[in-house]
């Protein structure tokens, strides 16, 4: 079983549409919890920090629980621009040694007109 | 500013080529990283510098050799590799706790090894 687990999807939905990518990990030692986002052939870049209390960016929101060990993201009103890949990562930092990011697979989203 | 660099933006070597790939940051962070991306995989972590010291090593075979100049410079050098090396090898950095480890990645280098 992988460390962290997505559906790598596609999922193919229109513009305006609501998408909610989850994620599953499995070490409890996880610490802190992310989204990056990946264009085709670029680096992944963050989207958010993923926080108990949830937080929320404009049209995209993050939530955590870690009773159940799950992070979503959830996407409102989508634009043809959010389509990408999106990663999960966790973290598992300890002084001295930096943090070991462990990413999902991806989820691909293509937002058509 | 999140600006990590890296160069070169592609490679090509052959498999008998010494080469180094090299990372820059300015932002202060202490911990640098490097990962390497094949093709529709999510990153995976290669070695981790914390404040210029090697600390994670992910049992990555010794043709690749990781060196920290300094706290904003991170190398990798190449040598000897084989062709299902080729990959996008992207560089990270971070600060330490308190920011909950955010990473921010280079653009990477394309490696072609032929």
């Known amino acids: 079983r992988k460390e962290v687990e997505q559906d790598p999807g596609p999922f193919n939905v229109p513009e305006g549409a609501t998408v909610a990518f989850n994620c599953t990990y499995s070490n409890s030692a996880s610490q802190s919890f992310f989204w990056y986002r990946q264009d085709c052939r670029k680096e992944p870049k963050l989207l958010m920090s993923?926080?108990?209390s949830g937080n929320e960016d404009g049209r995209f929101t993050a939530q955590l629980n870690r009773a159940s060990q799950y992070i979503s993201l959830l996407i409102r009103d989508s634009k043809l621009s959010d389509s990408a890949t999106y990663l999960c990562a966790v973290n598992r930092q300890s002084y001295n040694q930096g943090g070991k990011l462990i990413f999902g697979q991806g989820t691909e989203l293509s937002v058509k007109p | 500013d999140t600006e990590v660099t890296q160069t070169p933006k592609h490679l090509v070597m052959g498999m008998t080529n010494k080469k180094s790939l090299k990372c820059e940051q300015h932002?202060?962070?202490?911990?640098m990283y490097w990962y390497k991306q094949k093709a529709k995989k999510p990153p995976e972590l290669m070695f981790v510098y914390s404040y210029e010291k090697l600390s994670i090593n992910e049992s990555v075979p010794s043709r690749f050799s990781p060196e920290c100049p300094n706290s904003s410079l991170l190398n990798l050098h190449l040598h000897a590799l084989q062709p299902e090396d080729s990959a996008l090898y992207l560089c990270a950095s971070s600060h330490y706790s308190g920011s909950g480890g955010e990473q921010f990645f280079g653009p990477g280098t394309r490696l072609t090894v032929l």
């Open positions: 993923v926080y108990s």
């Open positions: 932002m202060g962070h202490r911990a």
